[in-house]
């Protein structure tokens, strides 16, 4: 027998064919190699590749498995075009998309990537409520099986939720909404209420298969995830885009029970807990609570909707491009901390000139990334990277914290309320309890912000500033790091 | 397959992405997020049965339309996964 007569052998509806059910299971492992494969960036290329591998697994089997065919089972020629096409105009816009991206905005482009994952996931569902017998989930009168009418709900559910709150992170990440939250009287009471609408509704759709049920569920779970998102803040994002994450895997893994699919099953439940554990990671990070993030209200853009009133002014030292090159080539260790004020003004590359310089006289540079920094988990890392920042001169919060004490300069450029020493003494403050770089430990902390009036999205002052042995560099981040590169080669050591 | 075994496998799947997801290194937790959307896209497989099924004109085509959405999602994932990866460099000794 061949190829093509063993995987056909079994497609009847509901039989499930053994050559494709193990080809499925071997792509699911592939993917569970994909993650394995991101424990060290040694081997994570080809942790990549088993994920390309695990995919073509999947998708020829079922193109072999589910063979278009016309009434008289022929080969339907003009169908399998079609669908060769749809994945041809997919690999295009996917790759096009791929190549051009600029990192600094990696964290639209995977909400945009969850999106599509969501409104795909909605597209299969209704596909499969329209045309029950050909995913072999309704009898012969066509009454769709009660437990995948559950499935089918929340397969929606998911999907639509994803779809939407995926578009609103993306437009506020894109900067065509703003970051600020967005609040609507009553929110909580409208949130819980479109929630447990589409909870009876699923509960009802078991007992009558009518279209106006499934349509309602998935109209109100496109609302609830677009209300969901909008009153979250820009800073809060990181979050948001784990969430939609584990969303997206979640809403596969519901497609999955619907077709018995053991590749879908493994891969949403692995993509569903990634995001549900990155989501937990920011959270901690943030010292916030995931449903005090999900209320949302806190983290705008716009540091105005701070403490407000008049502050006391307190003196703090300005420094120049020239102090802080001359201060830094006189150190043996500095440390860089680099924030979304540095991806805001695509600083990383004079960065990472500033320390090639820096090490070329003789000078210990490191870099200290806090979770949070940035709009997604790991932001700072691929920025630093795509700057040719090695690795291994990266590293988290918590295996560089002690050695600030050791830091003769602390370089913090574009990062604030991850510095602020109010998370750990001002109980009153509302990052209390965070976990924060100790760069006040440093000899000399050099800070480079655009002005004094901003005071990071908590809205809360920043002590850092006022210390003796703080030395306020006011610009342009990227425009800072660019003189004191100049300042640095004109030194002539 | 009956239920308790589809919800066997996504319950020890969940166990296993628990764990393998802790091993990853946090600085390598933007391409983790770029290659597990590509992964969750193996929605596709449910896509090309819609789009392959006959009965339903309108069935078939929101297939289709998955499809094109599915795998813009799956080669766009794993070529920027891989173009950030390439950028992650040990120091030059």
């Known amino acids: ?32 190699l994909a993650l394995r494969g991101l424990s060290s960036p040694a081997t994570a290329q080809s942790g990549n590749r088993f994920g390309m591998i695990g995919m073509t697994i999947a998708v020829v089997t079922t193109l072999l498995t589910h063979m278009p065919k016309g009434a008289d089972g022929v080969l339907d020629t003009i169908s399998l075009v079609e669908i060769l096409a749809a994945i041809g105009i997919g690999a295009v816009i996917g790759i096009v998309m791929a190549r051009r991206i600029a990192m600094t905005a990696m964290p639209q482009l995977v909400a945009a990537f969850h999106s599509l994952v969501g ?9 499969a409520y329209l045309n029950p017998q050909a995913f072999g989930i309704a009898d012969a009168a066509g009454q769709i099986f009660t437990v995948s009418r559950v499935e089918m709900g929340l397969g929606i559910a998911i999907g639509a939720i994803t779809f939407s709150g995926s578009v609103i992170a993306f437009l506020k990440l894109n900067g065509n909404m703003s970051g600020s939250p967005i609040m609507l009287p009553g929110r909580h009471i ?10 009876g509704l699923t509960a009802y759709f078991t007992q009558d298969q009518s279209p106006w049920v499934f349509w309602t569920i998935t109209g109100l779970s496109f609302a609830i995830g677009f209300l969901l998102i909008i009153p979250i803040g820009g800073a809060d994002m990181p979050v948001v885009v784990s969430m939609l994450n584990s969303y997206s895997g979640w809403a596969a893994a519901a497609m999955g029970f619907t077709l018995g699919n053991t590749a879908m099953i493994i891969t949403g439940a692995l993509v569903g807990s990634s995001g549900a554990i990155l989501s937990y990671i920011m959270c901690r990070a943030m010292n916030r609570s995931f449903i005090s993030v999900i209320a949302g ?36 260790n500095v440390i860089i901390v680099p924030g979304y004020g540095m991806a805001v003004a695509q600083a990383q590359h004079a960065l990472r000139e500033m320390g090639d310089q820096l090490k070329k006289e003789g000078v210990n540079v490191k870099y200290a990334i806090h979770p949070v920094a940035g709009r997604m988990p790991g932001h700072m890392n691929v920025l630093l990277a795509e700057a040719n920042v090695p690795y291994d001169e990266v590293f988290e919060l918590e295996d560089i914290n002690g050695e600030f004490a050791q830091a003769d300069v602390a370089f913090v450029i574009g990062a604030n309320d991850v510095t602020n020493p109010a998370a750990k003494t001002d109980k009153s403050s509302p990052i209390y309890g965070m976990p924060i770089l100790d760069v006040a430990n440093a000899k000399t902390v050099l800070f480079v912000k655009r002005s004094m009036g901003g005071v990071g999205y908590a809205g809360v002052d920043n002590d850092v500033f006022y210390m003796d042995q703080t030395m306020m560099l006011l610009g342009d981040a990227k425009k800072m790091a660019d003189d004191i590169v100049k300042a640095l080669s004109g030194t002539g050591h | 397959m009956d239920f308790i075994s589809i919800f066997s496998i996504f319950v020890l799947a969940c166990f296993v992405g628990y764990f393998v997801v802790w ?49 813009i999602n799956i080669f766009g994932g794993f070529a920027v996964t891989s173009r950030m990866l390439a950028m992650y460099k040990k120091k030059e000794r």
């Open chain 1, 119 to 127: 409104l795909a996931a909605v597209a299969v569902a209704a596909a």
């Open chain 2, 23 to 71: 091993s990853v290194t946090p600085a390598l937790h933007t391409p983790l997020m770029s290659v597990t959307n590509a992964i969750s896209s193996v929605i596709i497989v449910g896509a090309l049965i819609a789009s392959a099924a006959a009965g339903s004109a309108t069935s078939k085509w929101l297939g289709l339309a998955a499809v094109v959405m599915a795998s």
């Open chain 1, 190 to 199: 409208i949130n819980l209420g479109t929630l447990a609408a589409i909870v």
């Open chain 1, 297 to 332: 209200g806190f983290g705008g853009d716009d540091a105005a909707a701070g403490a407000g009133g008049a502050k006391e002014q307190r003196p703090w030292k300005p420094g120049s491009a020239d102090d802080a090159a001359f201060l830094m080539s006189q150190a043996e």
């Open chain 1, 1 to 32: 027998m061949d190829v093509q007569a063993i995987l056909s052998a079994a497609t009847g509806h509901g039989a499930v064919n053994p050559w494709a059910a193990i080809a499925y299971l071997v792509a699911g492992i592939l993917f569970i």
